[in-house]
């Protein structure tokens, strides 16, 4: 019997491009899809927050990670799609409260305001943390309109 590998979609601006490519070795137990950017070279972050939010949003992937210089541009991106949920965490504890009281499906890092190690442990702290349900599912159904 094969074991299904979680789905996860990732992408990011230039700002977020060493930490996206230093993410995906880090994933390597997960089946990862690079939706870019390949490159340093100045890009605009909608380009690729919206394909890694649609892809998720679609049902092929299960978790979305976007990354940029504060986070708050691809969250902001991120965010306008029916179903997604992207919270922009700097520390372990919130990435552990998106996931458990949010249930978000797309993790978003500030690549120049957090480490290397700690986008590493954030991602795991994500990927490890189940959402609690309860009444956080009904605070959950109220953010769609």
């Not at 137990?29 to 927050?49: E, I, Q, R």
């Not at 590493?120 to 309860?134: P, Y």
Request: negative net charge; charged residues 25%; aromatic residues 10%.
């Amino acid at each position: 019997m094969s074991e299904t590998r979680i789905k996860i979609a990732i992408g990011g601006d230039h700002a977020g491009f060493e930490y996206k490519e230093l993410l995906k070795d880090f994933l390597a137990n997960y089946d990862v899809k690079d939706f870019g950017t390949y490159s340093l070279d100045s890009v605009d972050y909608p380009d690729f927050a919206h394909p890694v939010a649609a892809a998720v949003e679609s049902g092929e992937f299960l978790y979305g990670i976007l990354l940029c210089g504060s986070a708050n541009g691809v969250a902001i991106a991120a965010n306008k799609h029916a179903g997604i949920r992207a919270g922009l965490c700097w520390e372990n504890e919130v990435a552990s409260l998106v996931r458990k009281h949010n249930n978000a499906n797309v993790l978003c890092i500030p690549a120049r305001f957090v480490s290397e190690e700690l986008a590493k442990e954030i991602t795991s702290t994500f990927l490890d943390t189940e959402f609690e349900g309860g009444r956080h599912q009904t605070r959950v159904d109220k953010i769609s309109c």
